[in-house]
């Protein structure tokens, strides 16, 4: 059994115990006064059913951290019995909603048992996982979540999920229990607990700057642990929490901006000074000096340099940095207005020229997540010409798993072959051992796709 699988089998056990017997004592504090000494407004505690407080296991009080405005539409994460999701529904009104998630039936049963008798009609709960959430994107307002990320296998999942359902601007509020242990100490008081606390929020929680460091990376901005309380599962944990605000999704494009300001385009691992393998691969397929062709995260590569020496006339470099193609438009000098120059993301590229060749030297393995890597292939889909070919070079699976300080896929034939099998046939294989400015080696495969 994985570990994911384990760990959801330990939640779901817990917290179905949980929900038939309240008054357990679980080794962790919970209700109403737990509820008050997180700072819970006694005048939600009156409004909802006594019952309902004796499942209250905040780690921290989420409602605390912004605002919820009347007609909003809150995300529960791991609404439990509905504590918070009650409240929620409370704070938005009925012109708002509260939906709550949860992976427990029998806790499900509960919230929605108590949403009916606190005569709450703006409540819906939904058993689903938190890493693949069944909601449209941009669609709730809130996202908030109680002890309960923590409980997760990925974290990074949950804040993709998170990051794509808000609206723009949108908030995460949460609380969980984060690891305070002393990263340097190796007594067994501060080892990690065994895999059999997952389920009592101990083996799955993290430290705060990991976790600031995780929603940072998915695109979240404001993003702060705002303070650590009283509230504890094991000597080397605390509750804490969070808030965050949904940036402007250009996380990447401010990375590689960044890269092309202030970097010496000439001294990075990525550089070419002859990029032999991807023109010998122009060969290879019969490309001609007529053939539209368009090079995809072309940073400031010298390949453009050559396909004008072989006389290429049509030729569009796509790159998520426009400093980068002001890099190159500077180096090319009288030939700089022969290219089309498109600063865009290529997960959300489209065009209105089929082009008979694409070209992507180091792109595709940057995108991390399943609907990115899926947005490119239809992108490509759509831009490639039917007797068209697609040059893709990847780090190969004994390559590097990082570069720029950016986490990398790593691709052979058959990894490939499964992720483009609905629309490409993978024609070619050819590897290649590169030479960094520093002297290192870096191993990438190309492929060469086909439409079906």
């Known amino acids: 059994m994985s570990t994911i699988t384990c760990a959801s089998k ?24 737990n509820a008050r000494s997180h700072g819970y407004k006694e005048e939600w505690i009156e409004q909802l059913p006594a019952p309902l407080w004796d499942y209250c296991a905040a780690v921290g009080n989420p409602f605390s951290l912004g605002e919820f405005p009347v007609g909003s539409t809150v995300l529960d994460l791991g609404c439990g019995a509905g504590v918070d999701l009650c409240v929620a529904a409370l704070l938005v009104g009925e012109g708002g909603k509260a939906i709550g998630v949860d992976i427990t ?12 008798q606190s005569g709450l009609q703006n ?39 998170v990051f794509r359902v808000l609206v723009p601007d949108g908030k995460l509020y949460f609380a969980d229990m984060i690891d305070i242990s002393d990263a340097m100490c190796a007594t067994s008081c501060c080892s990690q607990p065994s895999s059999g606390d997952w389920a009592n929020c101990v083996e799955g929680t993290l430290s ?14 404001n993003v702060e642990c705002t303070g650590i309380n009283h509230y504890t599962t094991a000597p080397t944990t605390a509750g804490a929490t969070f808030r ?25 691992g990525w550089y070419q000074e002859a990029p032999s393998t991807s023109l010998s691969l122009l060969q290879k397929i019969g490309s001609t000096q007529k053939n539209r062709f368009i090079d995809v995260g072309c940073g400031a590569s010298m390949l453009v340099d050559g396909l004008i020496d072989l006389g290429y006339q049509n030729i569009t470099l796509l790159d998520i940095s426009p400093s980068a193609l002001e890099i190159v438009k500077k180096r090319l000098g009288v030939n700089a207005d022969l290219p089309v ?3 865009e993301d290529v ?37 490639l010409s039917p007797n068209g070919h697609a040059i893709i070079g990847t780090f190969a699976v004994d390559g590097p798993d990082s570069c720029s300080s950016l986490p990398v896929r790593q691709y052979n034939e058959e990894r490939m072959k499964k992720l483009v099998k609905d629309h490409f046939d993978v024609i070619d294989v050819t590897e290649e051992i590169h030479i960094t400015p520093s002297g290192s080696e870096q191993h990438y495969c190309y492929f060469v796709l086909k439409p079906i």
């Open 208 to 221: 705060k700057e990991s976790l600031i460091g995780m929603m940072s990376e998915v695109g979240f901005v």
């Open 347 to 383: 997960c959300t590229f489209s065009s209105e020229t089929l082009f008979d060749v694409w070209h992507d030297r180091a792109a595709f393995h940057f995108l991390q997540k399943e609907e990115e890597q899926q947005a490119y292939l239809k992108a490509l889909h759509q831009a």
């Open 10 to 33: 330990q939640v779901i056990e817990l917290y179905t115990d949980l929900a038939l017997n309240p008054h357990k004592d679980f080794g962790w504090e919970k209700g109403i006064e």
């Open 244 to 268: 965050a605000t949904k940036g402007d999704g250009k996380v990447r494009q401010r990375h590689w901006e960044n890269v092309y300001t202030t970097k010496d385009v000439s001294k990075v």
């Open 123 to 161: 409540v819906q709960v939904v058993e689903a996982n938190l890493e693949s959430l069944p909601f449209e994107n941009e669609s709730m307002d809130i996202v908030i979540s109680n002890g309960a990320i923590n409980l997760t296998s990925s974290k990074e999942k949950v804040f993709s999920e």
């Open 341 to 343: 120059y498109r600063a």
């Open 105 to 116: 039936p029998m806790m499900i049963e509960t919230a929605q048992r108590y949403a009916k």
